[in-house]
């Protein structure tokens, strides 16, 4: 058992759910108990399709359980082919289905359809969502292109014109729907054809295909590398290991896709804004903030790259939910001299991020809640997300667009500059104060009647890590009135580190009340 109130990822099943709603030409009949169609919302309102995902669920009941629970699987799956005439079927059980164990593919089998069945195994308490839509698009690759692999030692021909493959982007996917049309721009600029796109608007038919091109582009490492593997293993097909996210992972996997293709490397890079805005005057402030990263394995490492090297930022946290990458995600880590943060518990991820107090989060949607209470501007790179993360505008993360959206969506949250500097400067001001949010977010100022109304403004919330008696375990310090007065003379966003560092110098020098002394002691060790 373990106590859950947030999951960063869904049982695996949805991860099944992903690839069949993002193909066409595809039904899954799901073997689950009465209810589990609350998923289809996850589509049709948080991605906001137009259409139901192509799922038909057993819905069982405690009632059926008395019953054959067999015979209404077998049931629904003759009801589906008859209904919508897939190309292929999926077949698999939800968590509570697994229970019962019916037996989803062998029953599906001793019907005998006449389109390939895959049966779906996927642990519900040992695995989850990205290893769910991995291993669904992994089998359903194998099913459809499997009667095409040559045999042993056929030597392969290149096409005339070099093709590819682009693997993994899927239904719910963080940006999918628009990185893809960036991709395909960098590929089609090099001369090279975009063979089939998959999961995302491919059929069975497109699958069975896929050895067809001379190489595969990765995405998503997370939904097709398990695909990709078995592709290079069967058609000789080699595949893309750089996903272009930020300006110097995209001009890397120019490079690897030229070479692959055997073209020239170019990119017409006169859209790209990113290393002009990152290098102008007003970016200055930025350089050294501090940042904490955490999300899935892909984009949390292209966010660390992006932040230090194109952004100027320092890394001071990165970690991933991602537990099949841990090894990527530490390796990532030590480039940024920082110990990875490998776990699915949001409540580590928050007690970290409390005790790093950076001034920027970059997270998923469960860092953006957490982020909100400890007062720390906060932007979405990962999924989990809600609604407001599937936009109607093109908001891609990779290729050229994708690192101008990089950055005007990091740089959003932070005070600009000239408010920092005024904040540092002028503490009491009624309206400016650092006690609200950064004006051009428009929340936190105080009513238009003026400086008599400032008394009454909501102050931001103070940063738990503020508070004398967060370090977890630590005994209570003390802080002497002129020594607090003091340290509000410190900005606000770099306060929360200086009262961190002056209470450890405290507490290692058994001091139990901090004065002024203590203060700029600490910040002299610190310092040195
Ligand atoms: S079967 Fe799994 S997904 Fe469905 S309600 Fe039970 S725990 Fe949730």
Redesign the pocket.
């Known amino acids: 058992m373990q106590l859950a109130l947030w999951t960063y990822e869904?049982?695996p099943?949805i991860g099944a759910m992903r690839v069949a709603t993002a193909m066409e030409g595809v039904h899954y009949v799901l073997h689950?108990?009465q209810?589990?169609t609350?998923?289809d919302l996850l589509f049709t309102m948080i991605e906001r399709r137009a259409k139901r995902p192509p799922v038909t669920y057993t819905t069982f009941q405690a009632r059926d359980l008395g019953g054959d629970t067999a015979n209404l699987f077998r049931e629904a799956v003759l009801d589906v082919y008859e209904r919508f005439r897939p190309q292929a079927m999926l077949v698999g059980a939800?968590?509570?289905?697994e229970l019962i164990q019916d037996d989803p593919g062998g029953l599906a089998k001793t019907l005998g359809l006449p389109i390939p069945v895959v049966p779906l195994e996927l642990p519900?308490y040992q695995r989850k969502e990205n290893w769910g839509a991995s291993e669904t698009f992994y089998q359903l690759v194998r099913a459809c292109a499997g009667p095409h692999v040559p045999k042993p030692g056929t030597l392969r021909t290149k096409n005339a014109v070099p093709r590819c493959n682009i693997l993994g982007p899927t239904a719910l996917g963080f940006r999918h729907r628009d990185d893809v049309p960036e991709v395909e721009r960098l590929l089609a600029a090099l001369g090279i054809e975009t063979h089939v796109i998959a999961p995302m608007g491919a059929t069975p038919a497109d699958l069975a295909t896929l050895g067809e091109a001379d190489f595969n582009v990765v995405l998503y490492p997370e939904v097709a590398g398990q695909a990709a593997a078995w592709l290079r293993r069967s058609f000789g097909q080699p595949c893309t290991t750089v996903v272009p996210i930020g300006v110097g992972a995209t001009r890397d996997f120019v490079q690897e896709v030229a070479k692959l293709a055997g073209v020239p490397a170019t990119t017409a890079e006169g859209t790209l804004r990113l290393p002009w805005y990152s290098r102008s005057v007003d970016s200055t402030y930025l350089t050294g903030k501090r940042v904490f990263i955490f999300g899935d394995a892909t984009h949390a490492i292209a966010a660390a790259r992006v932040a230090e090297k194109e952004l100027g930022f320092t890394v001071v946290g990165l970690g991933s939910y991602s537990r099949e990458f841990g090894r990527e995600v530490r390796a990532a880590a030590a480039l940024h001299g920082v110990e990875a943060l490998i776990t699915d518990d949001y409540l580590e991820v928050e007690a970290q991020i409390a005790a790093l107090q950076p001034e920027l989060v970059l997270g998923t949607q469960m860092e953006r809640h957490v982020a909100k209470r400890l007062g720390v501007p906060c932007a979405v790179i990962s999924a989990p997300v809600h609604v407001q993360d599937f936009p109607a505008r093109h908001s891609p993360q990779m290729g050229l667009e994708g690192a101008n959206v990089l950055f005007d969506t990091w740089v959003h949250p932070l005070m600009m500059g000239l408010e920092e500097h005024l904040l540092g400067m002028f503490r009491e001001d009624f309206e400016f104060n650092d006690g609200v949010q950064p004006s051009h977010l428009g929340h936190g100022t105080p009513s238009q009647s003026g400086r008599e109304a400032a008394p009454a403004a909501q102050p931001m919330p103070v940063p738990a890590a503020e508070t004398p008696h967060s370090a977890a375990g630590a005994p209570l310090l003390a802080w002497g009135s002129d020594a607090e007065k003091e340290l509000k003379k410190i900005p606000f966003f770099v306060r929360g580190k200086a009262r961190r560092n002056t209470e450890r110098f405290a507490q290692e020098r058994g001091i139990g009340t901090i004065t002024i002394e203590t203060l700029y002691d600490a910040k002299a060790h610190f310092s040195r």
Do not use: N
Request: include cysteine; charged fraction near 5%; hydrophobic fraction near 30%.
């Open positions: 869904g049982p099943h689950a108990p209810g589990d609350y998923a939800s968590c509570t289905a519900a």
